[in-house]
């Protein structure tokens, strides 16, 4: 070790500051470490104090800096040597080709709008990503069916969730997955408790939950286990909500809005234009309520890979109020 060696984050992990605690968002890795604050401070001093001037600083806490170095370098999140000018550092200026990048379209037995109509509408709006919830059964050719419709379009990504079906076995669900390379995730709800499992296969994920979900208001739940530090998020959330931003969702009556889960509405499907909606400045307010205005989000040192909902927070009245749901924030 050198008398010029510096301590040097990668460009791809990024410190995001807590109220209580930091985390370092190893981006390129998708995954995250908590640190406390006084590894922070150290690191935003390194930048500019050699590691050996460090080390005679807090020569009083040596263990505890020599803990830190190795963490930052066994899990190669920084780079200790000659001082390096040339990292270049990530570009956060989010942009898309969507208007539309993500919907959520619910369904129950009663629901009566014709979703072959609104795949064209989104699909002219280049929606990226797809979600189908199912609240009452449906029968697997009926399902087949539905992903067909999607196989001349330009969406990237199809989700499923449905009641559980014991129809629907493992093998099934793969071939289908052959057959329709659009559909990413499936998941059943309401499946017995001894099958509750994640199972990944190739590119899509088979998930068995055993909670009976009979409408949106089961949406909305954050905790730790939801939240990924991608790179497209992070850099998405430094201007926009990561969870409302392009998102448009038709609830199970068919009406229009921002979320399925939210109160307001706009107009309902196949009597009003997606485009038209899309282009209302009411309808966009809500892709700008950042992490970092939200009270309680701003706080938290993973308020940077969350999808925090704004459709159920602890004041309906102020949208950027804490999010009701958020079981992280809750233990804090």
Known sequence: MNLTDYIQLYPCCKIVKGKDKDAIYDLQREDYYLIPHSLTRILEESSDIPWQQLKKRYKDEGNTL????????????????????????????????????????????????NLSDIIKELDGLRCEFIELRYY???????????????????????????????????????????????????????????????????????????????????????NQWYMLPKTELYIESQSYNTCLNRKLGIDKN????????????????GKVPLREIVNDKTFRKVWTIRKDDIEGCKDCELRHMCQDCRAYTTDRNNPYSKPKKCHYIQKQ
């Open 66 to 113: 020599q803990s830190y170095l190795d963490l930052l370098l066994n899990k190669e999140l920084a780079i200790l040597g000659a001082k390096i000018d040339g990292f270049k550092e990530l570009d956060t200026s989010f942009n898309t080709y969507s208007e539309i990048t993500n919907a959520i379209l619910d369904f129950n037995e009663s629901t009566s709008y």
């Open 136 to 222: 009452s059964p449906i029968a697997p050719q009926k399902l087949e069916d539905t992903l067909l419709k999607f196989d001349h379009s330009s969406f990237r990504g199809v989700e499923i969730l449905v009641p559980y079906d014991p129809c629907y076995e493992i093998e099934y669900i793969i071939k289908l997955s052959t057959k329709f390379p659009r559909l990413r995730k499936i998941t059943f709800h309401g499946s017995p408790d001894d099958i509750e499992s994640i199972m990944l296969h190739e590119e899509i994920c088979i998930i068995y939950t055993s909670e009976l979900i009979t409408d949106e208001s089961h949406c909305g739940v954050v």
């Open 254 to 269: 068919g009406i229009i809005k921002n979320c399925p889960s939210f109160g307001n509405g706009y107009g309902k499907a």
